[in-house]
């Protein structure tokens, strides 16, 4: 996996057409031209309402996690997953070729390694440690594929802010936790890529539904031994119905949507986000409450990401004149 192959703007049909249209909308006034920089902090809502809902679906699923065991759980998000968007998407499988299906393959067995893994780390760790420790994986790929100063200060800022949301205790977590968190962020940094890849190459989200179908028989051997006849109870199927959708079909369909206008360097720098709506996560399903260090590590956080949109912003608008 190649951090370079990460998309940019330019390579997305949507950003082109913008980019296009911006010369005509500056000229019309500055009306126009807002309008056009709105309609490019599109994808920015997507990533931060996809973050929200993964977290907050994280924080349910650690509550299902004594019914049917983490892999379990991974097996229940991922298969149900896939057969919403399988009914939903209905997507077609003719007519592409052998790269496209080994896009499929990676990104499918990408989402299935990530979730795995993280649910392992959350199944032993607190929910915020883990995706804390997970988070550094999309910082990591920000920092490799990113070719500009400013997007290095801000992916710094942020790795500051993961940093000190551990509150320095991580050498308390478990040890095999702390791991499984870690190697989850190098999954997640590769799903970075492979959705991008994906949303080139298929429309709609057709791609997503086939690769997490993917994902779904790579998990299921797995949830089958671990948890057995009680992945069909209908209580635990209705709980992972609702892990599916929020952790898996509503963030995964927005994030595949953004990054065919966000470049890969830019979206890793705002899944640093995700360990401050992890936080919030736990503290309002899970009871975990935040100290004083947490929120000014959140700050940290949130500043960089939000650097990061302006400076991708300007960036866009330099480009469009």
Known sequence: MAPAAAPTAAASPTASALTASAPAASAVGPGAARAVAAHRLGPVALVVTGGLSVQFGSAVAVLLMPRAGALGVVTLRLVLAAAVLLIVCRPKVRGYGRADWGTIVAFGAAMAGMNILFYQAADRIP???????????????????????????????????????????????????????????????????????????????????????????????????????????????????????????????????????????????????????????????????????????IALVIGASMGAVRTQSRRARAEAL
């Open 127 to 297: 929910l915020g440690a883990a995706v804390t420790l997970e988070v550094l994986g999309p910082l990591i790929l920000s920092v490799v594929a990113s070719r500009r100063l400013m997007n290095l200060l801000w992916a710094g800022l942020a790795l500051g802010g993961v940093v000190l949301l551990g509150g320095g205790g991580f050498d308390r977590l478990d040890p095999l936790g702390a791991a499984f968190a870690l190697a989850a962020g190098a999954m997640w940094a590769a799903y970075i890529v492979f959705s991008a890849r994906t949303g080139r190459r298929f429309p709609q989200a057709d791609g997503l539904a086939l690769a997490m179908a993917f994902g779904a028989v790579l998990s299921l051997p797995l949830g089958i031994a671990e948890a057995g006849d009680k992945l069909l109870v209908p209580s635990t199927i209705g709980l992972g119905l609702a892990v599916a959708l929020m952790s898996s079909v509503l963030p995964y369909t927005l994030e595949l949507l953004a990054l065919r206008r966000l470049p890969a360097p830019t979206f890793a720098i705002l899944m640093s986000l995700e360990p401050a709506i992890a936080a919030a996560a736990g503290f309002l399903v899970l009871s975990q409450a935040l100290s004083g260090t947490d929120a000014l590590a």
